[in-house]
């Protein structure tokens, strides 16, 4: 295993549209998955797709922790997931604004709206097919890391530019962090 080298904002890998993953168990993928949990523990995050690890799939993967879930079923994912050519549909209308980070544009947090409520239709680890229903972080979180399957990173999802900054200037000013 290996921590693999991320890609920061500026970087074309994160600006392209990723190739679908097809079968995530062959052993090239499997050692992907396996750097790319190294990878995410090594840095702290939340989540992390394959593009920001300059690899062009459709492959992300994510854990909500204890501390960050809602209560509900649908907030809870506390083991990590893993999600191949993921499919997002909205559940409902409503949208919802929440502070995000990316560990693409390290330092920066921002206020960035999202779908409240999403299903989701993907590939597990083992090339299992589920469809998920997901809210509160869990909703964002797979949202934010299909979109970079997309070629999109959160600034091109913000519509208030004062609610983006430095975390220790966040941390101290913003109360609802
Ligand atoms: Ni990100």
């Known amino acids: 295993m290996a921590v693999l080298k991320i890609a920061r904002m500026g970087h074309p890998v994160l600006l392209g ?3 679908p993953v097809g079968d995530p168990t062959t052993p090239e993928l499997r050692r992907l998955i396996a750097d790319m949990t190294e990878t995410l523990d090594d840095s702290g995050g939340i989540g992390l797709a394959a593009p920001q690890v300059h690899v062009p799939l459709r492959l992300f993967i994510f854990r909500v922790p204890p501390h960050r879930a809602g ?22 209308e409503a949208f919802t604004e929440d502070w995000e980070g990316c560990l693409s544009i390290p330092g920066l947090r921002a206020a960035v709206p999202r779908h409240a409520r999403i299903r989701y239709a993907g590939l597990d680890r083992d090339g299992a097919a589920f469809n998920r229903a997901a809210a509160g972080l869990h909703s964002r979180v ?18 208030d530019f004062t609610r983006f900054g430095f975390e220790p200037e966040l941390d101290r000013y913003w109360s609802d962090l």
């Open 71 to 92: 209560p509900g079923p649908d907030e809870q994912m506390p083991e990590l997931q893993v999600v191949a050519d993921p499919e997002i549909t909205p559940d409902g």
């Open 17 to 19: 549209r990723a190739d």
């Open 142 to 159: 797979v949202q934010h890391e299909t979109d970079h399957l997309d070629g999109i990173l959160y600034p091109m999802r913000m519509v």
